[in-house]
T-cell receptor
Framework: NAGVTQTPKFQVLKTGQSMTLQCAQDMNHEYMSWYRQDPGMGLRLIHYSVGAGITDQGEVPNGYNVSRSTTEDFPLRLLSAAPSQTSVYFC???????????FGPGTRLLVL | AQSVTQLGSHVSVSEGALVLLRCNYSSSVPPYLFWYVQYPNQGLQLLLKYTSAATLVKGINGFEAEFKKSETSFHLTKPSAHMSDAAEYFCAVSDDNSSNTGKLIFGQGTTLQVKP
């Protein structure tokens, strides 16, 4: 199993550009989530999904969209990038809600 | 709302010394509690998890944590630090067992430095 994979590993954007961060898991996990990590703030939940076709907002959802058309994939879309979205983004998945979450290697995003 | 506080953003110990990383949570009901470790430029890896089965939880790499309800604490310990333990450690709590959202609330993180 590859586990949780994320692409790209690193991305530079200009303010106003849009992009999609990809996340996939091959463990047949129902629960998937996106976090952002900023220095001194730990990880904060952006969006999550409890199964295909079901998504909900986390703690810091503004400026981000998600969809879950398949069990395996959970892409995160930045609609119009802002410098405040410079961060490291982690995708995570678990077999079901409340179970141990497994994290991907992260995507480093720099918005100029 | 749930919150997690990790006391000390940076902890430095000598190789072979005791490691103690502190975590306090706020919760009105017994939560699920986690410790994750993050090595440089990597994702988070689960060290251990408390789910109310036992108050002393043993994890990987010789780490363990004790759940103390009276102190709302879940401190992480290791008897003897190794150079490879140098990393950032995160304490996390499940947002609310009853809401079943799976959300994790993370502390700010503690960077562990191990000196030779």
């Amino acid at each position: 199993n590859a586990g949780v994979t994320q692409t790209p590993k690193f991305q530079v954007l200009k303010t106003g550009q849009s992009m999609t961060l990809q996340c996939a898991q091959d463990m047949n996990h129902e629960y998937m989530s996106w976090y952002r990590q900023d220095p001194g703030m730990g990880l904060r939940l952006i969006h999550y999904s409890v199964g295909a076709g079901i998504t909900d907002q986390g703690e810091v959802p503004n400026g981000y969209n998600v969809s879950r058309s398949t069990t395996e994939d959970f892409p995160l879309r930045l609609l119009s990038a802002a410098p405040s979205q410079t961060s490291v983004y982690f995708c995570a998945s678990s077999y079901e809600v409340g179970e141990t979450q497994y994290f991907g290697p992260g995507t480093r995003l720099l918005v100029l | 709302a749930q919150s997690v506080t990790q006391l000390g953003s940076h902890v430095s110990v000598s190789e072979g010394a005791l490691v103690l990383l502190r975590c306090n949570y706020s919760s009105s009901v017994p939560p699920y509690l986690f410790w994750y470790v993050q090595y440089p430029n990597q994702g988070l890896q689960l060290l251990l998890k408390y789910t109310s089965a036992a108050t002393l939880v043993k994890g990987i790499n010789g780490f363990e944590a004790e759940f103390k309800k009276s102190e709302t604490s879940f401190h992480l310990t290791k008897p003897s630090a190794h150079m490879s333990d140098a990393a950032e450690y995160f304490c996390a709590v499940s947002d609310d067992n009853s809401s079943n959202t799976g959300k994790l609330i993370f502390g700010q993180g503690t960077t562990l430095q191990v000196k030779p």
